[in-house]
């Protein structure tokens, strides 16, 4: 098995892998780290083309990037476009999260990158995983739930609380409330996805039903968001109860219109990245056993 790792950017739970590697007894090699105390000093490189130099597997960003133009470097002060990195990645193993794979081959072969080798870049997007997906919404589901006890002055114990989208999210944190008591409501579009809210014993809300009448909306403590295109409009908002707590779990760019929130004195959250921040350890645990399966297969 290859030996030898580079890590490019990432957040914390980047660098709890990158530090679990190590005791696996893998050689570490790090670009747009440097503010990281658990990254060695030895494994910080200044310049790509040094730290690049005899790596086959790169380990990325979750995102790969956040703006489309750059990869996500949280600890770093450099910045580093997506377009230069490509230059150097060609007969090697790209390993990041929530990654545009169309985009970057377009990218590389209009860029005449890797033309003529045996091996092009292999690019791997940790979230096209289903298990792993699975374990980041558990940890966005624990996070949420942390939010929202630090954010409000009530119990979620009786609270109303209302979640919209019914995917891996919104399944996980439907659950967990449940389970402490609160009275739960879910919004679906899919009959299907409605049949299973009735099932579970969740109090349903249909989206066509939201569309219609929002006025709905006024008799929730908390509405978390897990819809990653905009459905809590200036309308729907407008119709919030005042002392609402509004969280937005969802990528770029969103379900809430954050500005209209502000303007009507609504409190909100857009928790972004939550398993890097409320369980890194976890989180690096699961990619560690994709990312031995990736170096397994090539």
Known sequence: MEKTILFVGGDYRIIKLACMLRQDGFKIKTYGLEKSEEILQEEKYE?????????KTIISSIPFSKDGINIYMPFSEKTLKIQDFLKHIQ?????????????????????????GLDRPAQIHDLMKNEPLTIANAISTAEGALQIAM????????????????????GKILAKDLDLLGAKVTCEARKEEDIAWI?????EELELNQLN?????????????????HLILDEEKLQKVNKDCLIIDLASK??????????KLGLKNKWALALPGKVAPVTSAKYIKEEIYKIIERN
Do not use: W
């Not at 310049?47 to 790596?55: R, T």
């Not at 929002?214 to 968001?225: P, S, T, W």
């Open 47 to 55: 310049n790509i083309q040094e730290a690049i130099k005899d790596v």
């Open 91 to 115: 007969g090697k193993t790209l390993i990041a999260g929530n990654v545009n794979i169309e985009l970057l081959n377009n990218e590389i072969m209009s860029n005449n990158i890797g033309v």
């Open 150 to 169: 630090e954010e409000t002055n009530i119990t979620l114990h009786n609270s109303k609380i209302l979640i919209l989208g019914f995917g891996r999210i």
């Open 198 to 202: 009735k099932a579970y014993g969740y």
């Open 212 to 228: 219609k009448n929002c006025d709905v909306l006024n008799k929730f403590d908390i509405i978390f968001n897990t819809i990653p």
């Open 253 to 262: 760019p969103g379900g809430v219109d954050f500005e209209i929130c502000n």
